[in-house]
Each structure stands twice: as C-alpha cells, then as structure tokens.
C-alpha cells in the first residue's frame, strides 16, 4: 500500500469513529463525517468542497452544518477575497465538550423541571382539596416526593453545568494529566 493510500485510510478510520462516536450523543452520522472532514482539513472549506469530498446533498451538508455551528463545533470564517462561506472546527475540545454539554443539559433540565414543577402545583392542589381520598392522597403525597427529589437533583445538574461554564471544572479535573497527581 502506498503512503498516500496509508494515510487516507488512517483518517478514514478516524472519521468513521468521530462520527459513531458523536451519534451517541444524538449528533448524526452525516455531521460526524463532516466534522472528521474539517479536522483534518488543512484550511476552512466551503460547502462545495464539502459535499464534493462527502458525497451529500447539499440540504444535508447545509443541515450538518447548521447543526454543528449550533453547538458551537464549527464555526463560519473569514478569507479574504472569498465570496463563499468557510467552516472549520473549533479547535479547543474541550470547550467544544463545554458547550455541547451546556446547550444539550440545559435544554433537558429546563424542559423537565418546567413540567414536574407544573406537576407539583397539580399534586398539592390534589392534597389540599378534602375531597381527594385518603389513597389518592397518599399517592400524590408519594409523587410529590420522588419530584422534589428530582428537582433537587436537576439543581445539583444546573451547578454541574455552571461549573463547565465558568470552566471552575478544571479546578478538579485538569485537561493536562500530569496536574492531576
């Protein structure tokens, strides 16, 4: 095999798992390729050379695309003389981790705690009113419980998230190993 051959499959294999890897975390496949792409690009790419390289349409290059700004993965750059629009990944992982995490956790706890919070409000109304049965009551009581526990625990999440922010995180987990000892 020839060196070109070598190093095209090394970064195929790479690209591959970036992009099963970032599924998991509900980022598609076509955005896990198109990510891969951009890192290993010498230079911001347009669209063209993107979908030309990949193989996909257009909507769904523009899709991954739009995808990966959102998350802060890729960002829109600035080449003088250029009239396209050039994307490249943004180089700190780590940030990278932040953010994705920040926008993904938020929007979770937000959604969940608005609407066990709503529950709430219902299962004391519930508790309150004489006319609920002893039975009724207790399982609402039992309801109440369990959601005010979660919503402890969506609020421990929330410091969680703070911290990545605030990168005060890194206090306690380095990105250099040899600070960890």
Request: with cysteine; aromatic share 10%.
């Amino acid at each position: 095999m020839n060196d070109i051959k070598i190093l095209e499959k090394s970064r195929a294999m790479v690209i591959e798992a970036l992009a099963q890897n970032m599924n998991l975390y509900g980022i598609t496949q076509s955005a896990g390729r198109l990510y891969g792409l951009l890192f290993f690009a010498n230079k911001p790419l347009t669209l063209d050379e993107m979908k030309e390289e990949l193989g996909m349409s257009k909507t769904s290059m523009s899709v991954s695309v739009r995808s990966l700004l959102d998350l802060n993965m890729v960002e829109k750059v600035w080449v003088k003389g250029e009239r396209k629009d050039l994307y490249t990944i943004k180089e700190d992982w780590y940030q990278c981790f932040f953010d994705y995490f920040t926008i993904k956790w938020r929007a979770a706890i937000m959604m969940n705690s608005s609407t066990m919070e709503k529950s709430i409000a219902k299962l004391k109304q519930l508790i309150d009113d004489p006319n609920t049965s002893e039975e009724i009551r207790e399982s609402a009581m039992g309801d109440l419980k369990k959601l005010e526990e979660r919503l402890n625990y969506y609020d421990w999440q929330d410091r969680l998230i703070d911290s990545f922010e605030t990168q005060e995180i890194l206090n306690f987990v380095p990105t250099d190993k040899k600070k960890d000892k």
